[in-house]
């Protein structure tokens, strides 16, 4: 963004500092140009040259490798996470499922840190630097169905979350758990996510993740929240401790057990099946079916800002807005310049 408005900041003075000089020559000077006019055409090219040689300088300057206090701050942060037992890995693509990265942008994962089953750190959008989440993802051992919880000490003139649920979906729960969470639910789907929300699973996602919004969906577990995060800072890594000591086991039992009635073939307990099928064949080991979730527990009806009219509409302003700023400066600075040299 700082390049455009650099770029366009010297084309709309070139244009203005040459269309003064050309309709000076040709509205009053009859179409001659005098010593002046030179005098004051030399001033704006050396100004000009300043200036790219400042825009050159301060793109090298941007362009300069970490100094060795950033460097070494990294180093520590890299540090601490292999003495936590976690690899830093930085990604430039998404390595995990949710609403934070949508199929239709690409993602950079950085810092990134690593675990058995886990991942964390800061997500950001390419296109959109100033879009920043910091997440924590977990693998579940089985599928549950999608579950949304938008954390209100985010939401200030609304919700954070980066799509818009429908609220029909939304799924109200006893207690004053509705004060730090927004669910939604599949429609069909309200009992399984009380299966999931137990009293002591809200208990420990008030205590130790109000902070975060939480999105459950196939076999993943996300939090996430749009605070920067400096992993330099012993009290980060204590939040995601936290988080996964106290409330990722107690959702990791919840989809360990869980099992969809809905799906053909599930209805049936498994230990149940496993007798069956041990006193059909006993040589034969019953191994269990890959657990799945009905088609309605899937995916929560959501709408993604970015998709539609909206940002067909944004891509055309955003085409238009680059039209005054480059093409229309560049013609009349270039006409003010023929003025001045058709005068000469």
Same mark, same amino acid.
């Given at each position: ?74 180093? #520590? #942060? ?8 976690? &690899? ?43 879009? =920043? ?13 999608? &579950? ?33 969470? =927004? ?86 307990? #498994? ?74």
């Amino acid at each position: 963004m700082l390049v455009h408005v650099n770029h366009c900041l010297i084309l709309w003075y070139l244009c203005i500092a040459f269309m003064i000089i050309g309709v000076r020559v040709d509205s009053y000077q009859d179409g001659e140009t005098t010593a002046g006019d030179i005098a004051g055409l030399t001033g704006i090219i050396a100004i000009l040259a300043a200036w790219l040689f400042g825009t050159y300088w301060l793109r090298r300057w941007a362009a300069r490798p970490p100094s060795p206090r950033a460097r070494l701050k990294d180093w #520590r #942060r890299d540090l601490t996470a292999l003495a936590n037992g976690f &690899l830093p890995s930085p990604s430039r693509d998404a390595t995990f499922a949710s609403v934070i990265t949508p199929r239709n942008r690409r993602v950079r994962e950085y810092p990134r840190f690593i675990g058995p089953g886990v991942e964390f750190g800061t997500l950001e959008h390419q296109r959109a630097k100033s879009v =920043r989440w910091h997440y924590i993802a977990v693998a579940l051992p089985a599928p549950l169905p999608h &579950l949304i919880l938008d954390a209100t000490a985010n939401n200030r003139r609304g919700s954070d979350l980066p799509v818009d649920v429908g609220r029909s979906q939304r799924l109200s729960l006893e207690g004053d758990f509705d004060r730090w969470f =927004r669910v939604y639910t599949p429609t069909a789907y309200g009992a399984d996510a009380l299966y999931v929300l137990t009293p002591d699973v809200m208990a420990a996602l008030i205590d130790e993740a109000s902070g975060y919004n939480v999105e459950i969906v196939d076999d993943a577990l996300v939090f996430f929240t749009p605070a920067i995060v400096d992993f330099g800072s012993p009290e980060h890594w204590e939040a995601v401790g936290a988080v996964l000591s106290s409330v990722v086991p107690r959702i990791l039992a919840k989809a360990f057990h869980y099992v969809d009635e809905r799906v053909p073939g599930q209805e049936v307990p #498994r230990a149940l099946t496993a007798v069956r099928t041990a006193l059909a064949d006993p040589e034969v080991a019953w191994t269990p079916p890959a657990p799945r979730i009905g088609a309605d527990g899937r995916r929560l009806d959501v709408r993604d800002p970015e998709t539609g009219l909206a940002p067909i509409l944004r891509a055309i302003g955003w085409f238009a807005l680059l039209v005054f700023l480059y093409p229309v400066p560049g013609i009349f600075a270039f006409a003010g310049f023929m003025s001045v040299i058709d005068g000469h």
